[in-house]
């Protein structure tokens, strides 16, 4: 099964608020990647998801570090594995089931928003 991970970024030069997450899903070589400004939660309503460019597998492991470009800090703060196929075209949406892990429910990217709802 595939992979899915939350980072923390902090310090990034672009970011208004200080803070952000980067929702990361496997999708072979790199990982897709949006911006939230908050971590997802089980049946909260849609929040802004910003697409952003590929990220690379090696941020799904546990780590904390410093982004390349001198634009923050990242860290893993929740990671599981995930099932669904993500469809070809990115702009597409986006609906996999988030199995195990600190996430778990059905995971809706569509329209510029994000929402983990109930399975």
Do not use: K
Not at 39 to 57: E, N, S, W
Not at 64 to 77: H, I, L, N, T, Y
Request: contains cysteine; proline residues 11%; charged residues 20%.
């Amino acid at each position: 099964m595939p992979r899915y991970a939350l980072l923390r970024h902090t310090g990034a030069p672009d970011d208004p608020h200080g803070c952000h997450f980067d929702l990361l899903l496997e999708d072979g070589e790199t990982c897709r990647t949006w911006r939230l400004n908050e971590p997802p939660c089980l049946d909260r309503p849609p929040q802004p998801a910003t697409a952003l460019p590929a990220h690379r597998l090696a941020w799904l492991e546990p780590r904390s570090a410093a982004v390349s470009g001198d634009r923050g800090w990242a860290e893993r703060v929740m990671a599981g594995r995930y099932s669904g196929a993500l469809p070809s075209n990115p702009a597409a949406p986006i609906q996999v089931q988030l199995r195990d892990g600190d996430l778990i429910g059905r995971l809706l990217i569509s329209n510029g928003t994000c929402q983990i709802q109930r399975a």
